[in-house]
């Protein structure tokens, strides 16, 4: 009887073995990746006091990966090769596509911007020289896009301006072309390398602010509606008392992220869930492809 009740005993021990370990997050370090929206030099500098926090909150070592594309930082997420994205609204539900269970939870709230309202959404712009009178002059122009998976440098553009002009993209301009992120559209836009772009309002301000453009240096010939600002993002395999750990430094004591907030031209960071997000699946899967 006694050696049946060891048995037991230990059965019960390895089966619970697996629970107390993950209650325990026995996770040694923490990996972070950035969609490129600018240089990974100016992301790794701006990301610093954030990755200092993080490192404080939870115990263990914080990096940031460096990332090519879009498409690169959504196969880390789903992967599980990071534990952290900061995503776009639209590469963080191809994402979730690919795996339910990673989870958005923060934002950041936007300071008020010449292109840019103050709150939680921004807008795609189709900026051009301020000569070009009106959108019909772009017809059978060459437009630069970003990535393939930007939300307000392709996919609200593919879906919004080509119902607007009746057309998709690659019918309406003579040539359409992929940067790879927003500031090198806008570096084409100014060197003259392209007639028109589809950015992030909240880029085309830090222009502004950084004197790289004044504000009539383009011409706005077309604003997107409004679009819920990028998503902080746990993976589907980063243990619940680490997301608790994160969710508290990130989300409380701001203060002490004033220099990554201002960096991000923003105010605050807030709490957001999947709700948020999900209206633009519907865009996502009607829109034309440029391409």
């Not at 490129?36 to 404080?56: A, C, G, T, V, Y």
């Not at 970003?146 to 919004?160: L, M």
């Not at 502004?208 to 240096?217: A, F, H, P, S």
Request: proline fraction near 6%; glycine fraction near 6%; charge should be neutral.
């Amino acid at each position: 009887m006694r050696s049946v009740t060891c048995l037991i005993a230990l059965l019960a021990a390895l089966l619970l073995a697996p629970v107390v370990q993950a209650a325990q997050c026995t996770q040694q370090s923490l990996r972070i990746a950035v969609i490129p929206k600018k240089s990974m030099e100016e992301l790794l500098q701006e990301q610093r006091p954030l990755i200092e926090r993080l490192s404080k909150a939870t115990g263990i070592a914080v990096e940031i990966v460096p990332s090519s594309s879009y498409e690169s930082v959504v196969d880390a997420i789903v992967s599980g090769g990071v534990d952290i994205a900061w995503l776009g609204p639209a590469s963080y539900m191809l994402a979730y596509q690919r795996d339910p269970r990673i989870e958005p939870f923060a934002s950041l709230t936007i300071s008020h911007g010449y292109f840019t309202p103050a709150g939680h959404h921004y807008q795609a712009l189709l900026l051009a020289g301020s000569k070009v009178p009106d959108i019909e002059a772009l017809r059978g122009k060459r437009v630069v896009l970003t990535d393939p998976a930007s939300t307000s440098g392709n996919i609200v553009p593919n879906a919004e301006f080509s119902a607007v002009v009746g057309l998709p993209l690659a019918q309406f301009f003579g040539a359409v072309a992929y940067s790879g992120s927003h500031d090198k559209s806008l570096d084409a836009l100014l060197a003259g390398k392209a007639d028109a772009v589809f950015v992030s309002s909240v880029r085309a301000d830090e222009y502004i602010n950084r004197g790289l453009i004044g504000r009539d240096t383009f011409k706005v010939l077309w604003r997107s509606a409004p679009i819920y600002y990028d998503p902080f993002v746990f993976s589907g395999t980063l243990c619940g008392a680490l997301k608790e750990r994160i969710r508290n430094a990130m989300l409380n004591d701001q203060q002490g992220l004033a220099q990554f907030l201002d960096s991000q031209e923003a105010s605050g960071i807030v709490p957001v869930s999947h709700a948020e997000y999900a209206p633009l699946l519907r865009m996502m899967e009607a829109a034309p492809r440029a391409r």
